[in-house]
């Protein structure tokens, strides 16, 4: 696991070219599909959740407090669509995004994070499905006075959702 996690990360270095530079995209899809295999299969093989480490497989709602069923009804619901400012149907997978978005998940992309939020743009942040953070605290942090919130379900739902 430790030479993996080394070669991930040389992996990784490959496909980042600098601040503001593109990256370089093959490699940046090696160090992905390197990195999510060395991961992800130590996680199946130990029987842990890929989405929250703290389960067992097929065990990750025992540590939700907000339980809204099915993504998918749960967000086309007039009233949490209305709450969220958005009119669209959500749809849970798109394979098409999925593969553009794809050769990015190696590539750091903070510079350009940083100038939206210094921009003024306001972003609630949660982070669940991210593996790549175990053992991480939730972290919420300013960027010369532009907001950023990490939000737990909890508060999402207190704050912004009408879960009925």
């Given at each position: 696991?430790?030479?993996?996690?080394?070669?991930?990360?040389?992996?990784?270095?490959?496909?980042?070219?600098?601040?503001?530079?593109r990256?370089?995209?093959?490699?940046?899809?090696?160090?992905?599909?390197?990195?999510?295999?060395?991961?992800?299969?130590?996680?199946?093989?130990?029987?842990?959740?890929?989405?929250?480490?703290?389960?067992?497989?097929?065990?990750?709602?025992?540590?939700?407090?907000?339980?809204?069923?099915?993504?998918?009804?749960?967000?086309?619901?007039?009233?949490?669509?209305?709450?969220?400012?958005?009119?669209?149907?959500?749809v849970?997978s798109?394979?098409?995004?999925?593969?553009?978005?794809?050769?990015?998940?190696?590539?750091?992309?903070?510079?350009?994070?940083?100038?939206?939020?210094?921009?003024?743009?306001?972003?609630?942040?949660?982070?669940?499905?991210?593996?790549?953070?175990?053992?991480?605290?939730?972290?919420?942090?300013?960027?010369?006075?532009?907001?950023?919130?990490?939000c737990?379900?909890?508060?999402?739902?207190?704050?912004?959702?009408?879960?009925?």
């Amino acid at each position: 696991m430790a030479q993996d996690m080394r070669t991930c990360e040389r992996k990784i270095a490959k496909c980042n070219s600098g601040p503001r530079r593109r990256p370089d995209l093959d490699a940046c899809k090696d160090a992905t599909d390197f990195c999510d295999s060395a991961t992800y299969d130590l996680l199946e093989e130990k029987g842990t959740s890929l989405y929250d480490v703290r389960a067992s497989t097929d065990k990750e709602d025992q540590y939700f407090k907000v339980k809204p069923g099915p993504i998918n009804e749960f967000l086309n619901k007039i009233n949490v669509q209305t709450a969220l400012g958005v009119s669209k149907e959500f749809v849970s997978s798109n394979r098409e995004v999925l593969d553009a978005f794809d050769k990015f998940t190696t590539y750091d992309t903070t510079r350009f994070v940083v100038d939206l939020l210094d921009g003024g743009i306001k972003v609630a942040l949660r982070d669940q499905g991210g593996i790549w953070r175990i053992g991480e605290p939730s972290i919420a942090s300013c960027y010369d006075g532009a907001e950023l919130a990490a939000c737990t379900e909890n508060e999402l739902a207190r704050q912004a959702l009408p879960l009925s």
